[in-house]
């Protein structure tokens, strides 16, 4: 079993920066993959960005250059970087772990163990 712990997020004005941070507890190693979806009102949950086991990352197409995923074994965490937030990207934040394979594009079902959400609102 995998216990992820979510912080930050909140109200934050366009052009804003934030970081979101997610702590991975219990059966986790280095080698799980860890991504970021985000789900906007009435909308299903979408991939934002994974950093693999072995350290590559993807994003997906909206979050290229503007979000950036790192990750820290050594405190089994995992953060989200949003530079220049727009009030598009106002939603719940969530963080996953995943123990299998995918491909570049994650789908929430390539996950097991999800956070408990970070809501995120961008308004002036």
């Known amino acids: 079993q995998v216990r992820l712990v979510q912080s930050g997020g909140g109200l934050v004005q366009p052009g804003d920066s934030l970081r979101l941070s997610c702590v991975a507890s219990?059966?986790?190693?280095?080698?799980?993959?860890m991504g970021w979806f985000r789900q906007a009102p009435g909308k299903e949950r979408s991939f934002v960005a994974v950093?693999?086991?072995?350290?590559?990352?993807d994003y997906a197409t909206f979050a290229e250059g503007r979000f950036t995923i790192d990750r820290d074994n050594a405190e089994n965490t995992v953060y989200m970087q949003i530079n220049n937030v727009k009030p598009d990207d106002t939603a719940v934040y969530y963080c996953?772990?995943?123990?299998?394979?995918?491909?570049?594009?994650?789908?929430?079902?390539?996950?097991?163990?999800w956070g408990q959400g970070s809501r995120v609102t961008v308004s002036s």
């Open positions: 996953a772990a995943s123990g299998g394979s995918f491909s570049a594009t994650a789908e929430v079902s390539d996950f097991d163990d």
């Open positions: 950093v693999r086991g072995r350290g590559r990352k």
């Open positions: 219990g059966d986790i190693h280095s080698g799980y993959a």
